[in-house]
C-alpha cells in the first residue's frame, strides 16, 4: 500500500440519527473514512475533519451551507482502492475485501464510517455489490467501527445542491472541498470520498 492506496452494528439513515453517532464520538477532529462498495474495486478514503465547535454553518431554504473559519476545516489523508481480480472466485475476492478491509481499518484507525447505499442497476451487478457489502459491514462490526450510510440521491446533495448532479460535478466538488488540483483516481475512491464528505456536513446538524 501506498497513500494511493491499492490494496455498531446500527443502520443510520435520518439526520437525527446520524448526529447521534457523531455526539457520542464526541472529538474535536474526527477521522471518516467513506467506502464505496463493489466486488471488482472497493474505493475508500479518509478525511480528517474539524468537530462543529470549531467551525459555524449557515441553513439557506434547508440546505447545509459551511463556513470555514480555519484554513483546513477538513483535509485529505488517504484515498484509493481494494482491487480483486475478475477472473479470482468470489469467495476468494470477498475474502481479499475481507482481509485488506480489516488491515486498512487497523492503519487508519476511523472514528466513523460512512457507506453509500446499495443502488440497483443490472440485477447480476445488484448481487456482487450486496455480497461484497456483507463483507464490508462484517469487517466495521469486527473492528466495532460505527457506520453510516447514504443513497446517491443524498451525496449529490450534499456534495452540489441538487440530487441529480452528474457524477463530474461530484468530483468536481470532492478536489474543490479538498482543497485538491486533481480529481482523485480511480472514480471509485473519488466516489468514497465523497460519501466521507457527506458525513462530515450530516455531522453539523
Known sequence: ????????????????????????????????????????????????????????????????????????????????????PAATPDGERLATIYEDLRTLLKESRPDLVAIEKLFFYRMNNT????????????????EKIPYVE???AQVKQALTGHGNAKKSEVQAAVARELNLAVIPQPDDAADALAVALTAWFHSQF
Open 127 to 142: 448481487i456482487a455489490v450486496a455480497q461484497a457489502r456483507g463483507v464490508l459491514l462484517l469487517a466495521l462490526a469486527m
Open 1 to 84: 500500500m501506498t497513500n494511493e492506496k491499492t490494496v455498531v452494528k446500527k443502520t443510520l439513515t435520518d439526520s437525527e440519527a446520524i448526529s447521534q453517532v457523531f455526539l457520542t464520538i464526541g472529538l474535536m477532529k474526527k477521522r471518516i473514512l467513506g467506502l464505496d462498495p463493489g466486488i471488482a474495486i472497493v474505493g475508500f478514503g479518509t478525511i480528517v475533519c474539524q468537530s462543529a465547535d470549531n467551525w459555524a454553518i449557515a441553513v439557506r431554504n434547508r440546505q447545509i451551507r459551511p463556513w470555514h473559519p480555519s484554513p483546513e476545516p477538513v483535509r485529505l489523508l488517504e484515498f484509493g482502492a481494494i482491487e480483486t
Open 150 to 152: 447514504f443513497t446517491p
